[in-house]
């Protein structure tokens, strides 16, 4: 292969994305003597290359940029407490700090896959440490391990608790946008 021929490869090869090293070593030179041959041939042709690789990866980070943005715009779900959809970056169950406020009051009232999540949790401290109750809840502790379904019941709000008031405030405001679970009030 002719010498004009091989720099020709070797320009089309890092044209296509290679680096210097990577062209150096498919050809057998240095990298230095690569950067050589491309300026004896176009002294141009290094920078133009390099800018057009600059520009690719400018584009890029505006392509991820952009990415990110649409997401953070997509709703992640919808407001337990209202209904509308959820923007807030790291929020799962509100749509606003101050519906998470009314969600932490009423939520073991109202997600029955939250309450039993916290009863079982409650239930595994309880049996790793035994000593520290008495034996009735030693013994609760053991029915809400063994999936006994009478411990994961809804039950009544304490009357004029705040988790009820909240509740009552709650149902009367948005429960007809809401699904409304049956409790006892």
Not at 9 to 18: E, P, V
Not at 25 to 51: C, M, W, Y
Not at 52 to 73: S, V
Not at 168 to 179: M, P, T
Request: charged share 35%; hydrophobic share 30%; aromatic share 8%.
């Amino acid at each position: 292969m002719s010498d004009p021929d091989r720099v020709k490869q070797m320009m089309d090869m890092y044209a296509d994305g290679a680096t210097l090293r990577q062209v150096a070593q498919k050809f057998g030179i240095s990298h230095e003597r690569v950067r050589q041959l491309f300026e004896n041939r176009d002294p141009t042709f290094t920078a133009k290359i390099a800018a057009g690789r600059e520009e690719a990866k400018i584009l890029q980070r505006a392509a991820k940029e952009q990415e990110r943005e649409n997401e953070r715009k997509r709703p992640k779900g919808v407001c337990r407490i209202c209904g509308d959809p959820i923007y807030r970056p790291r929020a799962k169950y509100t749509c606003s700090p101050e519906h998470q406020q009314i969600w932490n009051k009423i939520k073991l009232h109202i997600d029955s896959d939250i309450r039993r999540d916290h009863i079982v949790a409650e239930a595994k401290v309880i049996k790793a440490n035994e000593s520290k109750y008495t034996k009735s809840q030693v013994k609760w502790a053991n029915r809400v391990l063994s999936n006994d379904s009478s411990v994961f019941k809804p039950h009544a709000f304490v009357p004029k608790s705040d988790a009820h008031n909240t509740f009552q405030a709650w149902k009367k405001e948005f429960g007809h946008k809401v699904q409304v679970p049956d409790l006892h009030d």
